[in-house]
């Protein structure tokens, strides 16, 4: 007579997934529907195990350094290649290259933008000093303003 004395599985609830996470319900029925997370069912409750949990992080991880949920599960499915994980960490290496470069290549847009604007900034200021000098505190208001809001400060 064995028994089995390996503790079950733990499991979750949508509710304390949403909690830990920081995500609603909504967004993990969505993740279900576009079968990035499929959840046990016990009635009307879904029911997650660690590997749904796991998933969670991998997915939330991916959306928030600007990866498609496409290439989310391209990913995710690789999980199941029996190699060690060696293929899903190819795959992650080479999507993580890629966003770099995005990224890097968006940083440099920004970059100029900043600078165009800056040079904007400094014409338009020049060009109200000498057309309408009252005018300039309120553009510096406006700016006061805006930055104390971005800021956080109201």
Same mark, same amino acid.
């Given at each position: ?50 590997? #749904?949990? *796991?998933?969670?992080? @991998?997915?939330?991880?991916?959306? /928030?350094?600007?990866?498609? +949920? %496409?290439?989310? &599960? ?36 920004? #970059?100029? *933008?900043?600078?165009? @604007?800056?040079?904007?900034?400094? /014409?338009?200021?020049?060009? +109200? %000093?000498?057309? &309408? ?22």
């Amino acid at each position: 007579m064995s028994m089995d004395l390996r503790r079950p599985e733990r499991t979750f609830t949508i509710r304390q997934l949403c909690i830990e996470f920081k995500v609603t319900p909504r967004a993990l029925r969505f993740y279900e529907d576009k079968g990035l997370l499929s959840p046990a069912r016990e009635g009307l409750n879904r029911v997650y195990n660690h590997r #749904d949990r *796991a998933r969670l992080t @991998l997915i939330l991880r991916g959306k /928030r350094v600007g990866l498609s +949920l %496409a290439e989310i &599960r391209d990913i995710l499915e690789l999980y199941k290649v029996d190699d060690g994980g060696a293929t899903q960490a190819a795959k992650s290496l080479r999507k993580f290259r890629e966003r770099i470069a995005a990224l890097e290549a968006q940083r440099e847009d920004i #970059d100029h *933008a900043i600078q165009e @604007l800056r040079k904007g900034v400094e /014409r338009l200021e020049t060009q +109200l %000093a000498h057309t &309408r000098p009252d005018l300039l505190p309120q553009a510096g208001d406006y700016d006061n303003k805006m930055r104390a809001r971005l800021d956080g400060v109201h």
